[in-house]
């Protein structure tokens, strides 16, 4: 079973940082594309970073030049540094892996369960 597990949420004021990891456990052949993605209070869930397997890199306008996205293919881990953050990036982050698992599915997409982001003013 596969399991996306973020850690590195927490409190911060406004012009912090923090960052972000994802570790994708469990039994796969292979993982494609990893993103960040957020949702805020009565919003919808959107894409902050994305990453694939080759390093090739999106951002949301929102978060171009504050933060960054990066993967360890070792460790299956990926990451999002977060600088210059302001009170409206608070948000549950979530982290959603695009995986290949050996019961013949194919390619599908897992999500872990999100850590919150708070930015004070």
């Known amino acids: 079973q596969v399991q996306l597990v973020e850690s590195g949420g927490g409190l911060v004021q406004a012009g912090g940082s923090l960052r972000l990891s994802c570790a994708a456990s469990g039994t796969f052949i292979h993982i494609g594309a990893m993103g960040w993605y957020r949702q805020a209070p009565g919003e919808q869930r959107e894409l902050v970073a994305r990453i694939t397997s080759g390093g090739s890199i999106n951002y949301a306008d929102s978060v171009k030049g504050r933060f960054t996205i990066s993967r360890d293919n070792v460790e299956n881990t990926v990451y999002l540094q977060m600088n210059s953050l302001k009170p409206e990036d608070t948000a549950v982050y979530y982290c959603?892996?695009?995986?290949?698992?050996?019961?013949?599915?194919?390619?599908?997409?897992?999500w872990g369960k999100g850590t919150l982001v708070t930015v004070s003013s």
């Open positions: 959603k892996g695009v995986l290949v698992t050996p019961t013949g599915l194919g390619a599908m997409d897992y």
